[in-house]
């Protein structure tokens, strides 16, 4: 078995953007907490960098390696770590990539983490992340792990936020026109917020779905209002 890497951070704070680009990519799935951590201490001089990936089609083909494709979920996880606005834009652009270029392999690693790398970036990134979420150009998957971290980034806010939230993502689970897969991820969500106004609407949705493999059933509501408690995952 090969070891796995090690570096002082003495180290790593002498190599230059660049370079610990290459130890990201050399490192694949093996790279220390401490190389993301001073990736995301480079500030602007790494987002220049990383910015630049959703763009360049190097990363995307079918020619891809396995170092650089290792380097996409770093980046995300990177820029997840770093605050403000312009790194909270960046992730919503690797969320389009991610759907355009139909990498179900990234999504899957990256699905359920949305939430906490939007965590710290500021409110102005969530009309952005919205945008992505009503964007039916996009696979619902990408939508609706967009959706989980626009949900979150409200709570965060606040309650007037949240009822926002709630009440744009109660539109969308109830939209004929709209994907099934993305009406039921948004039932999800609702039932993790569970107020009176959405339970007709969850429960139309429930008795939509087949018995099995089905999201949510009617007694999933039943406990969800009868705790009458916000949990979401």
């Not at 960098?49 to 020619?63: F, I, K, M, N, V």
Request: charged share 30%; aromatic share 8%; net charge negative.
């Amino acid at each position: 078995l090969l070891s796995l890497p090690a570096y002082t951070d003495e180290h790593l704070a002498r190599l230059g953007p660049a370079e610990l680009i290459d130890r990201l990519i050399a490192d694949e799935d093996r790279v220390p907490r401490n190389l993301i951590e001073e990736c995301a201490r480079r500030g602007e001089a790494m987002t220049d960098r990383l910015g630049a990936l959703p763009e360049d089609h190097r990363y995307w083909s079918a020619t891809t390696t396995r170092g650089d494709w290792w380097l996409l979920l770093h980046a995300v996880m990177i820029l997840g770590r770093m605050p403000g606005e312009r790194a909270g834009l960046l992730l919503v652009g690797f969320m389009r990539r991610l759907a355009q270029a139909d990498d179900d392999d990234l999504q899957d690693w990256l699905a359920g983490y949305w939430p906490a790398l939007f965590l710290n970036k500021p409110e102005s990134v969530g009309s952005p992340l919205r945008a992505l979420c009503a964007d039916r150009r996009l696979d619902w998957y990408i939508r609706a792990n967009a959706l989980d971290a626009a949900v979150a980034g409200a709570q965060q806010q606040g309650s007037e936020h949240l009822a926002q939230a709630l009440t744009e993502l109660a539109a969308l689970a109830a939209d004929e026109e709209e994907d099934w897969e993305l009406r039921l991820s948004a039932g999800s969500i609702l039932l993790d917020f569970p107020r009176a106004a959405y339970r007709p609407l969850l429960e139309g949705l429930a008795a939509r779905q087949e018995r099995w493999g089905a999201r949510f059933s009617h007694s999933d509501i039943e406990d969800a209002y009868a705790a009458a408690e916000d949990k979401p995952e």
